[in-house]
């Protein structure tokens, strides 16, 4: 199963992308609000994964905030919606004010959803509508949990190719100019300049 991919963006679509990983390139799927926060090509992007297994064939989509990968999985609980219409509901709201839709029983703006009708907004209100809440207290433990920055940068790099001992030399000074309070993108992007001289 893979939860999480870090690599460079080698191409980028309103609806997929192909990420780079250590010269493999993986096809990702992902929701407008995902597209508009892209790097430029060639960049380093981490992104939350889910993959979705069909009959013939294994799907990945890719978020930039749990939130989001969160809320999407939510929604494929929801009866008669799949990845694609998740990815689309994805795509029409963002997850805070989805969240908001569903809490409220706000029908109307879940109808605004383009693809999303009377009765898949009734249903996404009956079925998630007790689900949401404890969803975002879970996420509030979660994100206040300490998380090992340097161990996360270092993959990164190893899944890039480099040495470890370089990666490992060139994280540490990272994280020393920026903080273990810096965000991860921050530090592999400063130890990728570090590395290549750029």
Known sequence: MIARL?????AKAPEEIILDVGGVGYQVFIPL??????????????????????????ELYGFLTLKEKAMFRMLLGVSKIGPKLAQNILSGISADDLTTAIISGNILKLNSIPGIGKKTSERMILELKDKVPKAQAAEQETVTAPADIFDDALSALLNLGYKRPESER??????????????LEDIIRLSLKYLTGK
């Open 170 to 183: 060139t994280v540490k000074r990272a994280l020393h100019e920026i903080g273990r309070d810096g965000q």
């Open 33 to 58: 609000s995902t597209f508009y926060e892209l790097p430029e090509r060639g960049e380093v992007l981490t992104l939350h994964i889910h993959t979705a297994f069909r009959e013939n064939a294994l």
């Open 6 to 10: 870090t690599g460079k963006l080698a």
